[in-house]
């Protein structure tokens, strides 16, 4: 199922790593490596032309049914939703809240395949990503295990949770959940300490702010208006008239 979020993630910065497991390419036809995005099916598609089912140019496929998460359990999935809204701190609609949760659910259950991927390229292949990525970047796709970060930090949370309240994280009320979160912010007064909890704060935050950020309402709150040119570079009018 190709969703928006799934769109996203294979186009990236306009790259994408072949042998991915949502990129679905031919092995036979494009070897592993990094690939430019063909721009020419995305502008078909955006002009309005025909879509056919299952062609090149077909973006979205409306889900049928309730969405089920990829790697987390319900339970911990309605604790992401959870921890998702009070991240985002101010009232956000909830629509964009589920939309976020589930990119962040879609991108840990590929994250083993995108790993895997990252360390069978070729020496040749690392060092293109490397140079337009980062080396840092590629060392994190390489070596981050990022299930274990969220599984354990999610048991840590329900832990402390447990501990400090006698119930649930998703049952406690806000301010609790948010005191939860405090000891493992970037405002804890420890800041020296790494837990279990702080590896997930750190992971879940970037996650969030990445998610955010490429949904509507986060697009909007930037002042981007999509693919544009001007007649005339802004500000310089008195040059061009």
């Known amino acids: 199922m190709l969703t928006r979020r799934r769109w996203f993630l294979q186009l990236g910065g306009g790259v994408?790593?072949?042998?991915?497991?949502?990129?679905?390419?031919?092995?036979?036809?494009?070897?592993?490596?990094?690939?430019?995005?063909?721009?020419?099916?995305?502008?078909?598609?955006?002009?309005?032309?025909?879509?056919?089912?299952?062609?090149?140019t077909e973006l979205v496929q409306p889900r049928a049914a309730t969405f089920r998460p990829l790697f987390f359990s319900p339970d911990e999935y309605q604790t992401i939703q959870c921890l998702t809204a009070l991240l985002l701190g101010e009232p956000t609609e909830a629509a964009v809240v589920k939309e976020i949760a589930e990119w962040i659910d879609l991108t840990l259950s590929d994250a083993a395949a995108v790993r895997a991927t990252a360390r069978a390229l070729s020496t040749a292949h690392r060092a293109v990503a490397a140079a337009y990525y980062g080396a840092e970047h590629l060392r994190k796709r390489e070596e981050l295990?990022?299930?274990?970060?969220?599984?354990?930090?999610?048991?840590?949370?329900?832990?402390?949770?447990?501990?400090?309240?006698?119930?649930?994280?998703?049952?406690?009320?806000?301010?609790?959940q948010i005191a939860?979160?405090?000891?493992?912010?970037?405002?804890?007064?420890?800041?020296?300490t790494d837990s279990a909890g702080t590896r997930f704060f750190t992971y879940l935050k970037e996650r969030v702010i990445d998610g955010f950020y490429t949904s509507r309402v986060g697009l909007e709150e930037l002042g981007y208006r999509g693919n544009a040119f001007y007649a005339s570079p802004p500000g310089c009018e008195h040059l061009y008239a």
């Open 16 to 56: 994408v790593l072949a042998g991915w497991s949502g990129a679905e390419l031919d092995a036979d036809e494009l070897p592993p490596g990094v690939y430019e995005a063909s721009r020419e099916h995305l502008g078909h598609a955006l002009a309005g032309q025909p879509v056919a089912v299952g062609g090149e």
């Open 145 to 176: 295990d990022s299930e274990n970060v969220a599984r354990e930090g999610l048991a840590w949370i329900e832990d402390q949770s447990r501990r400090s309240h006698g119930g649930s994280f998703i049952s406690r009320s806000q301010p609790h």
């Open 180 to 192: 939860i979160l405090q000891t493992i912010s970037d405002d804890r007064p420890d800041r020296g």
